[in-house]
């Protein structure tokens, strides 16, 4: 290695650091007025570990709101449905994102159930599901707490799009779900709101969490749920959902289940159907499953409702994707959920002039979890996703959400 890229190497170093020193500074200040700044040199080095835990208000009320930018559901008043804002970072204007959390504090202590949605902006019935969920409860009649966060990447939702508009370099769009646990004093916002997020608001609250997707805009999946069966915890809770699929794999780190795991919290990811619109038949299935899930812990009294085990659930290991050699028009011979063979035809392609151009076929026996739903596709992108079983050391693949 040259002098020069030994020297470009700790410039780099040192600038990163300065970022950190400055952005701990900063969260030092303005921490400096709350009540429990007894911890401030914890979390001067380490924000993640050290942010306060007792709920901060911060003053302001947004249409009827009180927002926080810390919140502990055990300062909240039991038997009661609490609407708040948390302030996320700052936009570049200067005010904040706010994220919207719904509070169900039960009459009595329980479990903590965290209930997410929005890490996408275009995955609404991820988004309706919850807020079914959360008009089912009677705090009165509830021992635990439920906490909501709906609209977790509040600049991807405005526009209806998956991805974070970011202003470092012009616009960049980030995937919210690569950015876990986030960093407060991160180099992008995206970063930062995750950070934010993650340390004051959703991993403080959460015994569980459950984080809710759909497919993404062009890219229509069926009803099915992401989760490790081999954590005893997560398998329980993945099989009182009455949805057709699981996909049995940890998937990658980055996304925000995973992060909920690694802080100790079971967790898993549901994927509800198509972007951009709400799927009310199949929304009311996660309902069920989630209502399920509460009464597993003790949070809501009743009958269980219809489970994994009503079903013919399908679960497999892994996700053979297809993706197109070839430009043109899409035709699928296959609906989600259909049992397919290995080397069965599954999507055609012509081009502008009719003539068939491709033709893919699955190379392995598993059920269709994902479609391409924009008819028009250039090579490279994802056409299908095969839920299947592979045999041997799972690999961490890529997923449909
Ligand atoms: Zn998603």
Redesign the pocket.
């Known amino acids: 290695m040259s002098d020069k890229s030994v020297k470009g190497i700790d410039r780099r170093d040192l600038l990163m650091a300065s970022i950190a020193t400055v952005g701990a500074a900063a969260a030092l200040a303005a921490n400096a007025g709350a009540a429990n700044a007894e911890d401030s040199a914890t979390s001067s080095s380490a924000p993640a570990a050290g942010a306060p835990s007792a709920t901060i208000y911060v003053g302001d009320v947004i249409q009827g709101k009180k927002v926080v930018s810390t919140l502990d559901v055990n300062d909240l008043e039991p038997g009661k449905k609490h609407l708040l804002y948390f302030q996320g970072v700052e936009m570049p204007t200067g005010q904040h994102w706010y994220v919207s959390v719904t509070v169900a504090k039960g009459a009595k202590p329980g479990k903590r159930g965290v209930l997410v949605s929005g ?2 902006g275009d ?1 609404m019935s991820s988004v309706h599901t919850i807020q079914t969920v959360m008009s089912q409860l009677d705090p009165a009649q509830m021992s635990g707490t439920v906490m909501a966060v709906t609209d977790v990447s509040r600049p991807a939702m405005e526009g209806m799009q998956r991805r974070w508009p970011n202003f470092g370099r012009g616009t960049d769009l980030i995937d919210m ?1 690569r950015e876990w646990p986030g960093n407060e004093n991160g180099v992008t916002a995206a970063s930062r709101q995750a950070g934010l997020l993650f340390n004051r608001l959703l991993r403080p609250n959460a015994d569980f969490a459950i984080d809710f ?2 497919g ?1 805009t062009g890219f229509d999946v069926a009803a099915f749920n992401i989760g490790g069966m081999d954590v005893p915890e997560i398998k329980a809770m993945l099989e009182l959902y009455p949805v057709g699929q699981i996909f049995d794999n940890h998937v990658y780190p980055s996304v925000l289940h995973n992060a909920f795991i690694d802080a100790g919290i079971p967790s898993f990811c549901p994927e509800i159907g198509a972007a951009r619109v709400l799927d009310l038949e199949m929304i009311s299935l996660f309902v069920e499953g989630t209502m399920n899930v509460l009464k597993h812990h003790g949070i809501v009294a009743g009958p269980m409702g219809r489970t994994g085990k009503d079903v013919d659930v399908f679960v497999g290991n892994s996700a053979f994707p297809i993706l197109a050699t070839a430009g043109g028009l899409v035709e699928h011979l296959v609906k989600l959920n259909d049992k397919v063979e290995a080397g069965q035809k599954v999507s055609i392609q012509r081009d502008s002039f009719g003539e068939v151009v491709a033709e893919y076929a699955s190379g392995v026996a598993g059920e269709i979890s994902g479609l391409r739903s924009d008819a028009m596709s250039e090579p490279g992108n994802p056409l299908a996703f095969i839920l299947f079983n592979k045999p041997g050391p799972e690999d961490v693949g890529g997923y449909p ?1």
């Open positions: 890490v996408h995955e779900n997707h759909t993404t959400e």
